[in-house]
């Protein structure tokens, strides 16, 4: 049997179980562990271990692993800097796609997401998806109002027809007065509440290629987005909720 501490945490609403490495958790131990019924509950597991420089891991609540997570990315720094794994208030963190920059101070958290591209656009069931790559994958879809949208059924047919080898999120978006309202269906979970990888796509999309800030609403609360030469940062909460311990048979 395994015993796991861990820290519960969630970033708009996005939540994660998160674990102090280097050691890892299996992928059947993260399912287990994520599952809301029979587990803590979480979209899934960070594995944080200090450095230097720190370093994130990250796995969805399916046990894929995940090659960015934005808000995650925001608990993973509140939770070195507070362990006094990293003094400073600015710092990288060792990423699956590379080292990022992360600023953590009284108020919200921020962190470098990197690089962002829009490879185009796919028509699927007739309507129209921005491809965009901010780390890990997205389809973007401009709508009137995200909340009509039957994302349960859209979401895993576009992630499978978008064009990506390992499938993709996806994000249904209205654009108006400089914000984007946004819902977000992610692989390897479903439906959540906020990802911070598509609130980057969703603003590269509304942006449309220019640089500038922009807030990002999700159905977790409002984030921002800032985007200077095809780089992008992204600015929100990381909250803790609560700590314990967890046994895997």
Same mark, same amino acid.
């Given at each position: 049997?395994?015993?796991?501490?861990?820290?519960?945490?969630?970033?708009? =609403?996005?939540?994660?179980?998160?674990?102090?490495?280097?050691?890892?958790?299996?992928?059947?131990?993260?399912?287990?562990?994520?599952?809301?019924? @029979?587990?803590?509950?979480?979209? =899934?597991?960070? $594995?944080?271990?200090?450095?230097?420089?720190?370093?994130?891991?990250?796995?969805?609540?399916?046990?894929?692993?995940?090659?960015?997570?934005?808000?995650?990315?925001?608990?993973?720094?509140?939770?070195?800097?507070?362990?006094?794994?990293?003094?400073?208030?600015? @710092?990288?963190?060792?990423?699956?796609?590379?080292?990022?920059?992360?600023?953590?101070?009284? =108020?919200?958290?921020?962190?470098?997401?990197?690089?962002v591209l829009i490879e185009g656009q796919e028509t699927i069931g007739n309507e129209v998806y921005h491809l965009v790559d901010t780390g890990n994958p997205h389809?973007?879809?401009? $709508?009137?109002?995200?909340?009509?949208?039957?994302?349960?059924?859209?979401?895993?047919?576009?992630?499978?027809?978008?064009? @990506?080898?390992?499938?993709?999120?996806?994000?249904?978006?209205?654009?108006?007065d400089e914000r984007v309202t946004m819902r977000v269906w992610e692989r390897g979970i479903g439906e959540t509440l906020a990802c911070g990888t598509g609130m $980057?796509?969703?603003?590269?999309?509304?942006?449309?290629?220019?640089?500038?800030?922009?807030?990002?609403?999700?159905?977790?609360? $409002?984030?921002?987005?800032?985007?200077?030469?095809?780089?992008?940062?992204?600015? =929100?909460?990381?909250?803790?909720?609560?700590?314990?311990?967890?046994?895997?048979?």
């Open positions: 049997m395994s015993r796991y501490e861990f820290t519960k945490m969630q970033g708009l =609403g996005n939540d994660f179980i998160v674990l102090e490495g280097p050691d890892k958790p299996d992928a059947s131990e993260v399912v287990r562990m994520c599952d809301r019924r @029979f587990g803590v509950g979480a979209d =899934g597991v960070l $594995v944080v271990s200090p450095g230097p420089p720190v370093v994130m891991d990250y796995w969805n609540a399916d046990g894929s692993p995940a090659e960015m997570c934005g808000n995650g990315l925001r608990c993973v720094a509140r939770y070195a800097h507070d362990r006094g794994w990293a003094e400073a208030a600015e @710092f990288e963190v060792d990423t699956p796609i590379g080292l990022r920059k992360v600023r953590v101070g009284d =108020g919200p958290i921020h962190v470098e997401i990197g690089p389809a973007v879809r401009v $709508v009137d109002d995200p909340d009509q949208i039957d994302l349960a059924t859209v979401g895993p047919q576009v992630a499978r027809e978008a064009g @990506f080898d390992a499938g993709c999120n996806v994000e249904v978006i209205s654009i108006a $980057v796509a969703a603003a590269a999309v509304a942006l449309d290629g220019r640089d500038g800030r922009i807030e990002v609403v999700t159905r977790g609360g $409002v984030g921002e987005v800032d985007v200077e030469g095809k780089n992008a940062w992204l600015t =929100g909460p990381a909250e803790y909720v609560f700590e314990g311990v967890v046994d895997q048979a």
